[in-house]
């Protein structure tokens, strides 16, 4: 027995091309969004060493996670 054989029909779809127009418009709109959702925090000035905030034990990263918020509100380093 003989296989039979298809032909293919290929048609052809529509391609969309983004215009220079909003690629312009979407990189400047990613430069106009604020850091951290609008947290901006500021350590400039500060004395103290990584052993002084987390202390000389190993600590899990979620426990640098909460002590280094800690360390911001109680220093009020943060604009919020």
Known sequence: MKAKSKSTIKK???TKSISKKSKTTM???KAKK???GGYAINFTGR?????QVFGNKPI????MT???WAFIKANSLSNR
Do not use: D, G, H, L
């Open 12 to 14: 052809k779809t529509p």
């Open 27 to 29: 990189s400047t709109s």
């Open 34 to 36: 604020p850091a951290f």
């Open 47 to 51: 004395k103290e060493t990584v052993e």
């Open 60 to 63: 899990a990263p979620s426990e």
């Open 66 to 68: 909460k002590k280094i």
